[in-house]
């Protein structure tokens, strides 16, 4: 089983930065894709970056790529997302979650077995 809880959202000025963190209990986090989804007002939510249980590979969204950065730290079970040149599309609640299913099956909602329960961004112009 595991827990995750986010931190780090709030209100940012547009070309500003913030950094998420995903901290999660159970030893499984350590053995699972992480991924950051977030979800704006009336729109579905969407994966917009993952990270496999190493590191090694990364994913990003088209909209994200160049300005967002995913890590984790194994040591701390907590996964990061680094957000700069923030811009008001930005805005959404941010998910954190976890998969003990296939770097391939990233997309598919099912494939995501944690969640947490996600942190307000509002960036404003």
């Known amino acids: 089983q595991v827990q995750l809880v986010e931190s780090g959202g709030g209100w940012v000025q547009a070309v500003g930065s913030l950094r998420l963190s995903c901290a999660a209990s159970?030893?499984?986090?350590?053995?699972?894709?992480m991924g950051w989804f977030r979800q704006a007002p009336g729109k579905e939510r969407v994966l917009i970056s993952a990270?496999?249980?190493?590191?090694?590979?990364?994913y990003y969204t088209d909209s994200v790529k160049g300005r967002f950065t995913i890590s984790r730290d194994r040591s701390k079970n907590t996964g990061y997302l680094q957000m700069n040149s923030l811009t008001p599309e930005d805005t959404a609640i941010y998910y954190c979650?976890?998969?003990?299913?296939?770097?391939?099956?990233?997309?598919?909602?099912?494939?995501?077995?944690?969640w947490g329960q996600g942190t307000q961004v509002t960036v404003s112009s």
């Open positions: 979650a976890a998969s003990t299913g296939t770097w391939s099956r990233l997309s598919e909602r099912g494939n995501w077995n944690y």
């Open positions: 990270i496999n249980t190493n590191g090694a590979y990364t």
């Open positions: 159970g030893r499984t986090f350590n053995s699972a894709v």
